[in-house]
C-alpha cells in the first residue's frame, strides 16, 4: 500500500526513526520538516541510524544535493509526493494489457461478425 | 562457453591475485549505473521509478572513472536506465576500453543503431543486449509492442560492423522451456558471441514479486531449458553458474562480487537489493553487514534469489577454489555440456 498523501505524527507509537526509514523507501518526493519549522521537499535516498548522530540524505526538488540533515534537526516527514512505484506493477500491466486484448476481440467481432441479419459478411472465411 | 580467452585469462588471473593475496571478499563485475533514465518503463523495473529530479540526473564520466579505480573489478557492467540515453556514453566505453576493462553496455537497442557510430569494435567492449524471449514474450516483457523487431535489426547491424554482441535474457515465472529453446536458438542464429540467462530480478521495492520465481520452480524451469543443449549454444557466463540454476550446485551469494555504483553512491548491499549507500568503495566493503546477507543470514529478501549478480561471482569462485572446481568448469566448457 502507498503511503502517499502520509502524514505521520511522530509520538509514543511511531518513531521518526520509522518515518525515516518509510522515507527511505518511498520512491516519490517527501516534505521534510524541520524543528525550526522549516521545510524542505526532495528525494530521500539514504538514511543512517547505525551512527550516534544518526542522519538521512537526500536530493531537494531541483536535484541538487546531497544534502545530509541529522535526525535530531528533523520534526517529521509528510509524503506529499507522488509515489512513483504505485500501480506500475507488472500484475497490473498483464490486467490492463488483457482486458484492451478482450476489448479489441469484442470490437473486432461487432465489425467482422454475423450482422444483425444474422448473414455472415464473409461467407467464405476470407 | 563464449567467453573469449583473453577474458577469461583476465579473469582468471584477476581472481587467482586475489586469492594469492588472501582476499576473500573482491569485486569481479562493477555494476555502473550513470543514470536511471529510460526509453522503456518495463513493469516492476524498480529503476526507474524516482521522481522527475532523480531520473534527469546523471554522473559524470569522471566520476564513473573514479568508481571504476576505486572499485578495481576487470569487468564493468553498464546498466541503468538505458545507457545509450547517457550523453557521454561513448567518451565513458572509450575510457573504459582504455584502462582495458572488459564492458558490458546493457541496452534495451532502441538506440543502438542510430549510436553505433558513436563506438569502435573492440575485444573489450560488448553490448549486452536485453532480450526476454521470442518477440511477444519480450514485447510483453518490456510492456511495449515493437521491440523486439527493433532489437533484432540492431543486433545484425552491431555484428555485421564486428561488435562483440551478447543477449542479456530475464527469465521470468511462466516461461516455457520450449519457447526458450527456440530463442537460443533465434538468437545465435543472428549471430551473437553468447547469451546470459538468469531467473527473474526480486526488487525489494519491485511490486511485483509474486512473479519472481522460487528457487524450486527456478531449478526445474532451467533444468528443462538447458538439458541436453544444442553444440549451436553459447553461453557468455560461468557454466558452473549454469549448472547452479539447474540445481546441481547449491551456492552461497556473493553479494560484493558485483558492486553497484549510481547517482546516490554505492549500494548496500547488491544491485537488488537497497538498503542504503556508502561514500566510498572502501566504506561500502568495510562497514556492509554482509553476514547479515544470503540465504544462510536467514534475510527473507534472499530466500529465494538465484539472480547472476549474486552467484556468478560465487560461481567463478568456486572454479578456482579447487581443481575440481576447475575441473568441472573445463569439462562443461569443452564438452558443453551442462
Not at chain 1, 540533515?69 to 516527514?77: H, N
Request: charged share 25%; glycine share 8%.
Amino acid at each position: 500500500m502507498s503511503r502517499q498523501g502520509w502524514t505521520p505524527e511522530i509520538g509514543p507509537g511511531l518513531t521518526l526513526a520509522e518515518v525515516v526509514d518509510e522515507a527511505f523507501d518511498y520512491r516519490g518526493n517527501t516534505t521534510i520538516v524541520r524543528r525550526d519549522g522549516a521545510e524542505v521537499v526532495g528525494y530521500v535516498f539514504n538514511r543512517n541510524a547505525a551512527v550516534p548522530d544518526p542522519y538521512l540524505q537526500y536530493f531537494d526538488e531541483a536535484g541538487e544535493g546531497p544534502f545530509t540533515l541529522r535526525y535530531a534537526e528533523i520534526a517529521t516527514i509528510k509524503f506529499t509526493g507522488r509515489d512513483t512505484a504505485a500501480g506500475n506493477s507488472w500484475k497490473a500491466w498483464v490486467e490492463r494489457r488483457e482486458r484492451e486484448r478482450a476489448e479489441a476481440a469484442r470490437a473486432g467481432r461487432l465489425i467482422s461478425g454475423p450482422d444483425s441479419s444474422g448473414r455472415d459478411p464473409d461467407p467464405d472465411g476470407r | 562457453m563464449s567467453v573469449p580467452v583473453s577474458q577469461m585469462f583476465t579473469v582468471a588471473t584477476y581472481v587467482l591475485g586475489q586469492r594469492f593475496r588472501g582476499r576473500t571478499r573482491y569485486p569481479l563485475v562493477l555494476m555502473l549505473e550513470p543514470l536511471f533514465r529510460c526509453n522503456l518503463a518495463c513493469a516492476g523495473c524498480g529503476k526507474i521509478q524516482y521522481p522527475a529530479q532523480i531520473l534527469k540526473k546523471h554522473l559524470t564520466v569522471e566520476r564513473c572513472l573514479e568508481a571504476v579505480e576505486e572499485c578495481g573489478a576487470p569487468m564493468v557492467s553498464i546498466p541503468g536506465g538505458e545507457p545509450l540515453m547517457y550523453p557521454d556514453i561513448d567518451r565513458l566505453v572509450a575510457e573504459l576500453v582504455a584502462r582495458k576493462k572488459y564492458v558490458y553496455l546493457c541496452t534495451n537497442a532502441i538506440l543502438l543503431e542510430e549510436k553505433l557510430d558513436l563506438f569502435r569494435p573492440s575485444k573489450y567492449l560488448s553490448f549486452s543486449v536485453h532480450m526476454d524471449g521470442l518477440r511477444e514474450d519480450h514485447d510483453e516483457a518490456v510492456c511495449r509492442d515493437g521491440v523486439y523487431d527493433q532489437a533484432i535489426a540492431a543486433i545484425r547491424a552491431a555484428v555485421a560492423r564486428g561488435f562483440r554482441v551478447t543477449t542479456n535474457s530475464t527469465i521470468f515465472d511462466g516461461a516455457s522451456p520450449l519457447r526458450m529453446r527456440q530463442f537460443f536458438d533465434e538468437m545465435m542464429g543472428l549471430g551473437v558471441e553468447g547469451m546470459m540467462i538468469s531467473p527473474g530480478y526480486s526488487y525489494s521495492k519491485a511490486p511485483d514479486q509474486e512473479h519472481f520465481l522460487r528457487r524450486a520452480k527456478t531449478a526445474q524451469l532451467f533444468r528443462e531449458m538447458l538439458t541436453e543443449p544444442k553444440r549451436a549454444w553459447r553461453f557468455n557466463q560461468s557454466p558452473l553458474f549454469l549448472r547452479f540454476l539447474m540445481g546441481k550446485h547449491d551456492f552461497e551469494c556473493t553479494p560484493w562480487g558485483n558492486p553497484t555504483f549510481n547517482i546516490f553512491g554505492w549500494q548496500r548491499p547488491c544491485y537488488l537489493l537497497q538498503d542504503g549507500y556508502a561514500a566510498t568503495f572502501k566504506e561500502l566493503m568495510e562497514t556492509t553487514a554482509w553476514d547479515n546477507y544470503g540465504r544462510k543470514s536467514g534475510n527473507e529478501r534472499c530466500q529465494d534469489c538465484m539472480v547472476h549478480c549474486g552467484f556468478e561471482a560465487t560461481a567463478v569462485h568456486h572454479t578456482f577454489s579447487s581443481l575440481r572446481g576447475l575441473a568441472e568448469t573445463a569439462s562443461v566448457t569443452f564438452t558443453g555440456r551442462l
